[in-house]
């Protein structure tokens, strides 16, 4: 089992940038990969980025202005927010995929609410 925290989120103008910061706890050996979802009220949750390993991948609507980061040896997880639009306003929630004895899981953050609004 894993917990996922995550922090960071806020009220920011058209333009600006925040860093999300998701804390890991529990079988931290177990996690293979991490990422970052964001989903508005009634929509559906949607990708944005991800890392495994070196490896990382964005969602086009992302790339270029964010980016995903994993300091293992803090157990913590980022995703830097720049050039923020009025659309990425939403929940953004950190997730981690793990194996365990060759059962594999997800587990999910509560979420931080991400606002751009001037």
């Known amino acids: 089992q894993v917990q996922l925290v995550e922090s960071g989120g806020g009220l920011v103008q058209p333009g600006g940038s925040l860093r999300l910061s998701c804390a890991a706890s529990?079988?931290?050996?177990?996690?293979?990969?991490m990422g970052w979802y964001r989903q508005a009220p009634g929509k559906q949750r949607e990708f944005v980025a991800h890392?495994?390993?070196?490896?990382?991948n964005y969602a086009d609507s992302v790339k270029g202005r964010f980016t995903i980061a994993r300091d293992n040896a803090k157990n913590m997880l980022y995703l830097q927010l720049n050039s923020l639009k009025p659309e990425d306003t939403d929940v953004y929630y950190c997730?981690?995929?793990?194996?365990?004895?060759?059962?594999?899981?997800?587990?999910w953050g509560q979420g931080t609410q991400v606002t751009v609004s001037s």
């Open positions: 997730q981690t995929t793990n194996t365990k004895w060759g059962r594999w899981s997800e587990y």
């Open positions: 890392i495994n390993g070196g490896i990382t």
């Open positions: 529990g079988s931290i050996s177990s996690i293979v990969s």
